[in-house]
């Protein structure tokens, strides 16, 4: 925009056409203060301060170039200005409203560009038109400004690129600490991968080991654990290895447009897996050296441009020291016992390094440790596997006649004693029956003392014979109807669930009615493995906890140990069963348990190598017998 000076109007000149030596110490004042600050922003609003005082205006505003507009964003003496927006080409031309004013421009470059413009006005009838001189303070003003504000965008992009520089450095410096840090080759490579984060923006990162032109991914960004089975890690390792194989670094930045044979080579070969993938663009960097390529550092996006040049520098330096990291992690594990050797000559330098007081001391404790652990002697603990609880007297309550259950006496978890009625059986038949029978023998009984009156012995003898063959029938009918009511042969707890439901249930002779058993003792019945089943005995404790109590341990006694064994070869186990008290009731038939059986005492030492000496005894006889 070329600076202009416009007018409703035409008059004569106001003022002199040459500033004057306030204007110019003004001018001078002005440009050093802009020149004491590097925001553009600070520069524009003293810009526009300075306007308004080199120069008489009514008002003095500031305007800035947006998509095409310019806006004002400031203004001094008319503040109704902030905000409008006109075409950029009538930023100089009178506003509506401003019939009869004299406009000065003077535009303030920003990166080469007008985007600025200090904008006065002052009405011509009573101040004038701007002067010459008026009009050459205020482009040197504007002139000063615009050197200002381009000398601090340089100064901002300086501080910027050294920012950037110093955050590289200091990233640079974190990432060789991070990866020198251990010698775990595993480690190296999961750090490796995940520092890149911190440099890069990436949708999928890993690093792979190259070997007879096959990669084997051992790092994934964001992961703890490798899946080799995984097919999005199967097409990733083929890419590593091919990328590997070239053996440059290349940078696909966009899938669509490769710039470069190597990348329109790799898109042809691998388009339809890099579709499938959702991967746009990439960067493969092989960690190699004058001996060869070890692996390649790889990280893929879903989006084009996936890395500026200064991140593939970074990445390039990453991808150095992690070769130089692998190198040694590979020298290192090829020299025998050099953990153990290391870690021994380090513990004995920093013990002789230990006052000779201090020593003594520690060697006291160490050898009083290692007596404890030797001589106090405890309990040695064999755990039992499946325990379960069952009850220790368990008796099936079943009819000895056939018949309808009518009534049911008790319900699941009642307490009954032995002998005590548990269900009925309809019997109306059995006594209507019995009552045929006694009538039968009262008429019997009739017929034969009639015979007797008349001195028939015979028919008195037959009488007295029915008379004996209907009572014993009508005893036996007795006898079944007390046994239409069921009882309990053991006193216990009812276990059966919801025994009211066979109320009108047809019951055969021996069928099930309900099961009573004794809860207040318990039969814990466990496995102990074939290697341990010979240090438990009779009697021995029994420790033991159910989920439902965790807070609680009950006791028992090993009450049986079973001679054959279970389980399926490889895995031969004992059962063992044990008495335990429930006196409170809070244990159940079928809950699962904790079990642990205290067996004669061992040391500390004892216990550590009992194991491991019984493998070596077997392994001994196997050898020499």
């Known amino acids: 925009m070329a600076r202009t000076e416009s007018a409703a109007i035409a008059t004569p000149p106001f003022g002199t056409d040459s500033p004057g030596a306030p204007a110019h110490a003004a001018l001078?004042?002005?440009?050093?203060?802009?020149?004491?600050?590097?925001?553009?922003?600070?520069?524009?609003?003293?810009?526009?301060?300075?306007?308004?005082?080199?120069?008489?205006?009514?008002?003095?505003?500031?305007?800035?170039?947006?998509?095409?507009?310019?806006?004002?964003?400031?203004?001094?003496?008319?503040?109704?200005?902030?905000?409008?927006?006109?075409?950029?080409?009538?930023?100089?031309?009178?506003?509506?409203?401003?019939?009869?004013?004299?406009?000065?421009?003077?535009?303030?470059?920003?990166?080469?560009?007008?985007?600025l413009v200090l904008r006065s006005t002052r009405p011509i009838v009573t101040d004038g038109a701007f002067t010459s001189a008026e009009r050459d303070l205020i482009h040197g003003l504007a002139d000063a400004a615009s050197a200002a504000i381009a000398n601090a965008t340089r100064l901002s992009a300086s501080q910027r690129a050294a920012d950037e520089t110093a955050r590289d450095l200091s990233l640079v410096t974190e990432m060789s600490r991070e990866i020198v840090s251990t010698l775990d080759l595993d480690r190296v490579l999961a750090s490796v991968v995940n520092l890149a984060t911190r440099m890069l923006a990436f949708d999928r990162g890993a690093v792979a080991l190259y070997e007879h032109g096959a990669c084997d991914i051992r790092a994934v960004a964001g992961t703890d654990a490798v899946d080799p089975k995984s097919p999005t890690l199967q097409d990733?390792?083929?890419?590593?290895?091919?990328?590997?194989?070239?053996?440059?670094?290349?940078?696909?930045?966009?899938?669509?447009?490769?710039?470069?044979?190597?990348?329109?080579?790799?898109v042809q070969i691998?388009?339809?897996?890099?579709?499938?993938?959702?991967?746009?663009?990439?960067?493969?960097?092989?960690?190699?050296?004058?001996?060869?390529?070890?692996?390649?550092?790889?990280?893929?996006?879903?989006?084009?441009?996936?890395?500026?040049?200064?991140?593939?520098?970074?990445?390039?330096?990453?991808?150095?020291?992690?070769?130089?990291?692998?190198?040694?992690?590979?020298?290192?594990?090829?020299?025998?016992?050099?953990?153990?050797?290391?870690?021994?000559?380090?513990?004995?330098e920093a013990f002789f390094a230990i006052p000779l007081a201090r020593r003594i001391i520690y060697s006291v404790v160490a050898l009083l440790v290692v007596a404890a652990f030797g001589l106090i002697r405890w309990p040695l603990r064999v755990p039992g596997s499946d325990p379960v609880f069952r009850p220790l007297l368990r008796a099936e309550v079943r009819p000895t006649l056939t018949g309808v259950v009518d009534r049911v006496f008790v319900r699941e978890g009642d307490r009954v004693e032995r002998g005590a009625p548990i269900a009925h059986?309809?019997?109306?038949?059995?006594?209507?029956?019995?009552?045929?029978?006694?009538?039968?023998?009262a008429?019997?009984?009739?017929?034969?003392?009639?015979?007797?009156?008349?001195?028939?012995?015979?028919?008195?003898?037959?009488?007295?014979?029915r008379v004996d063959?209907?009572?014993?029938?009508?005893?036996?009918?007795?006898?079944?109807?007390?046994?239409?009511?069921?009882?309990s042969s053991?006193?216990?707890?009812?276990?059966?669930?919801?025994?009211?439901?066979?109320?009108?249930?047809?019951?055969?002779?021996?069928?099930?009615?309900?099961?009573?058993?004794?809860?207040?003792?318990?039969?814990?019945?466990?496995?102990?493995?074939?290697?341990?089943?010979?240090?438990?005995?009779?009697?021995?404790?029994?420790?033991?906890?159910?989920?439902?109590?965790?807070?609680?341990t009950f006791s028992g006694r090993v009450v049986a140990i079973a001679p054959l064994s279970s389980g399926a070869p490889g895995a031969v186990s004992f059962p063992v069963r044990a008495l335990v008290a429930n006196t409170e009731g809070l244990l159940r038939p079928g809950m699962s348990a904790y079990a642990r059986v205290l067996t004669e005492p061992a040391s500390l030492i004892g216990r550590l190598t009992r194991d491991s000496m019984r493998s070596m005894r077997l392994l001994w006889w196997r050898m020499w017998s």
Request: glycine share 8%; aromatic share 4%.
């Open 236 to 266: 990733l390792a083929v890419r590593a290895a091919w990328a590997a194989g070239v053996g440059e670094a290349f940078y696909l930045s966009d899938r669509d447009d490769p710039a470069s044979d190597a990348e329109r080579t790799f």
């Open 28 to 115: 001078h004042r002005a440009t050093l203060e802009f020149f004491a600050t590097d925001d553009p922003g600070e520069i524009a609003a003293r810009a526009l301060a300075a306007a308004h005082e080199l120069v008489a205006a009514e008002t003095v505003s500031l305007w800035v170039l947006d998509k095409g507009e310019f806006e004002c964003r400031g203004a001094v003496g008319r503040d109704r200005l902030a905000g409008v927006r006109v075409d950029e080409g009538l930023v100089a031309s009178p506003l509506p409203g401003e019939e009869g004013l004299a406009i000065l421009t003077a535009d303030i470059s920003v990166d080469g560009a007008a985007n």
């Open 443 to 465: 008429e019997a009984e009739r017929a034969a003392a009639i015979a007797a009156a008349r001195g028939a012995a015979a028919e008195e003898r037959l009488e007295r014979l």
């Open 490 to 552: 053991v006193s216990g707890d009812v276990l059966t669930a919801r025994p009211e439901e066979r109320v009108g249930t047809r019951a055969e002779a021996g069928d099930l009615l309900v099961v009573v058993g004794r809860t207040d003792s318990l039969e814990l019945e466990f496995g102990i493995d074939q290697r341990d089943v010979t240090r438990i005995g009779l009697g021995d404790e029994v420790r033991l906890r159910v989920s439902a109590l965790p807070q609680r």
């Open 469 to 487: 063959v209907l009572r014993r029938e009508a005893g036996l009918l007795d006898e079944q109807i007390r046994s239409a009511v069921v009882r």
């Open 425 to 441: 059986l309809r019997d109306d038949e059995l006594r209507a029956q019995r009552d045929a029978a006694l009538a039968s023998v």
């Open 270 to 348: 691998f388009r339809v897996d890099l579709e499938r993938d959702g991967v746009m663009s990439g960067l493969y960097l092989p960690l190699r050296d004058e001996e060869g390529i070890v692996g390649i550092l790889l990280f893929e996006a879903a989006r084009t441009e996936l890395a500026t040049p200064r991140q593939r520098e970074l990445a390039t330096i990453l991808a150095n020291q992690t070769t130089v990291a692998v190198r040694n992690a590979r020298l290192y594990h090829q020299v025998p016992l050099a953990d153990a050797v290391g870690a021994l000559a380090a513990r004995k």
